[in-house]
């Protein structure tokens, strides 16, 4: 089966497995930068069981400041490439900007994981135009600020009535439901409080009849529950994730590929009983 059907079959949970070539993001910020490392990472994601590789090179994390578009170009598109030219993987690019999106499809990407959900100039009809999958993530403000004062009155109803939304004009296009996933997005302009009411609520999100990807991945939230450091952050990660599928999560995007899929083997045989 080809990559492309095999990564969107999503009746079986999916890992994406994280690899920024950024020099600042909060976990692995500054060591994939080099092309060799980035590709022999993203080779070991792949053997330890990712059906997909999130290329990224512009952090997103809280107070990261936004690249420009040929930085971010230069950083992700030679790994694009490589990845395309040697693994059975599918890719997705994690861009907001439509010039990233555009060139990267052309390189071998095939999903378009946007932490904007297409808000941004030309974003949509870049995506619509280009004809692959994405994934439409909620966030409250930017980056640089997202976490100052996070505030909502009914977080899960207001994420779910935005996800909602911005699905809608992929759907009149045309676009299949089951390429427009959609995603919480824990971390993005939410307290503890507001990530772990969403947590505790996703089926609300899995009840849209969309694929629902969940990154949660080292994240602060597990550093505040646990006093952990970003990279000791492993079992509250996993724990997380097979509770985040217990709800009917469809794709978990993760830096630790092995015991994530380790989980999902555990999880899944009890589902299936043998
Ligand atoms: C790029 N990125 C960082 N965190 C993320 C998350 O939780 N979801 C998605 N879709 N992308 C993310």
Known sequence: MPAMS???DWSEPRIMGILNVTPDSFSDGGH???LTAALRHADAMTTAGA?????GGESTRPGAEPVPVQQELDR????????????????SIDTSKAAVMRAAIQAGASLINDVNALQGEQAQETALALGVPVCLMHKQGEPANM??????TDVVQEVRTFLHT????LLAAGMPPHQI???PGIGFGKTLAHNLTLLRELSTFTQLGHPVLIGISRKSM??????????????????AAVLALQQGANILRVHDVGPTADAIKVWSAIQQGS
């Open 166 to 169: 911005r699905a809608q004009p």
């Open 32 to 34: 994939y930068t080099d």
């Open 181 to 183: 996933l959609l995603d």
């Open 147 to 152: 976490q100052h004062q996070p505030h909502y």
């Open 51 to 55: 059906t997909l590789i999130d290329v």
């Open 222 to 239: 597990l550093g505040t529950i646990t006093g952990r450091t970003t990279t000791d952050r492993v079992a509250a990660s996993v724990v």
């Open 6 to 8: 095999a990564g969107l």
């Open 76 to 91: 992700v598109i030679p790994v694009i490439e490589a990845i395309a030219a040697r693994l059975p993987v599918m890719i």
